[in-house]
């Protein structure tokens, strides 16, 4: 018996097909990838192959673009539905309040799964497992919401829940799939590629491991403690294929294959309908150019980022400051080299949140910097609370990765000097996490956005110049 596992995660939103950022010898090229319309004639033709086949969602998948974030998730839905999905996992998708979600998943025809997320009165807020049957094999389904929701997120995501790692329920419901017959456990999980890594050298008895949230490209699956694991990058640029061969109900050998969603893949002519009546209302901000750049923006590393540069000096510029934070997101497609679009800037940040300005002192500025510095590279898997490395513009951080907790910066400079521990810096910084609530004083909220600030940037500075100069640099 012959059974496909097909799996996309992190698609942010992107409904069709967009710029996205590869590498060859030459380092850094732009292609145009991903597309529902696509990854929907790739998953029609392998099914076409083989009826036994099952589709999951890793999650970020309601949020992360202006069709998305101005529908409130709604946008997507009728597209999922067309994909015949058979379960999702979730992050950002509780971005609109758990209320709310609860609310999309009565359209969804296919559960959202979360054995870690629980309500006040310690319930579970979502189907913590699935048992589906393919050819006679039964394949339980454990899914697990990202660990740090409840933690570092905007405090509305989490509102009433709680998020626990998952490794306590996991072991458990692999026993509970187990007596009901499973033949194979599947764990679909949005906690991240380190902490799924560490959760599965913790647990037996998974078979396949779908991960996301790290947006990890993995062409050839790692293989722990028995548990066959793949993560397919992010913006809907990739479809993982699993192929499995089983005897005796038994998985005797696995294929894999990470198809690249490009235009030499098969297209879904229904759900490019579905697409283009979602985009509908959005055809102006995508014809509407806003400047230009003399390079590729993206935020694809870890530590330093060209969009974030544009997103960080149109709010510095905005509020007469010198120093600017932002969280240090991974979604976003990049913007290629050439004529930026009003559409481009709702990528940045597709929330378009408020600018807001802080006086924070230089020890203050170094204590959050270290934070955030360990919630990324914490040698717990658990202790890594997601995203990259806090974005900056104005300051300087020479830095040595290997040090342990609040030792990793060496020197913290502010126009060419060390800053000074007591003195007082008044920054500007968008989200939460830009600047935690428990950081600095005289917080205030400006009545601008971040669209409209770095709009009117760019309108004085139509061609925009990234600096190229790191914020973070290792030594």
Known sequence: MKLNILF?????????????????ETGEVVETAGGYAHIAGIVDAIRKDNPNTLLFDGGDTLHGTKPLVASKGEAVVPILNALKINALVGHWDFAFSPNHLKHLEKYLEFPILGCNVYNKEGMHFLKPSLMLEQGGIKIGVIGICAMIVDKVMPEKMSEGL?????????????????????????????NGFPQDFQLLKEINGVDICLSAHTHNRIYKPIEVNGAQMIQCGCHGAFVGNLKLELENKQIKHINYELIKVDASTPKNEKVLQLVNEALKPFKDIKEHIVGSSNQTLHRYTTLNSTMDELLLEAIAHST????????????????????????????ITP?????STVELTGSEIRDMLEENLERTFCSDPFGQMGGYVKRCVG??????????????????????????????????????????KKYGKNRKEHDKKAIEAMKEYLQERPDFKPSNSAVFRLV
Do not use: C
């Open 162 to 190: 709680k998020f626990t790692t998952g490794k306590e329920e996991v072991q458990m419901y692999i026993k509970e799939l187990k007596a009901e017959g499973a033949d194979i456990i599947v764990l679909l999980s949005h």
């Open 8 to 24: 996309i995660n992190d698609v942010h939103g992107y409904l069709e097909a967009h710029p996205e950022l590869f590498y060859d």
């Open 320 to 347: 007469n400051t010198n120093i600017a934070f932002s969280n240090g997101w991974r979604y976003g497609a990049p913007i290629p080299k050439g004529p930026i679009t009003e559409n481009d800037l709702y990528n």
């Open 395 to 436: 300051i300087q951080v020479n830095m040595r990765i290997e040090n342990p907790t609040g030792h990793r910066i060496q020197e913290l400079f502010f126009k060419g000097k060390h800053i000074d521990p007591k003195s007082t810096y008044l920054v500007s910084f968008v989200t939460m996490q830009g600047v935690p």
């Open 351 to 355: 929330m378009n949140p408020p600018i």
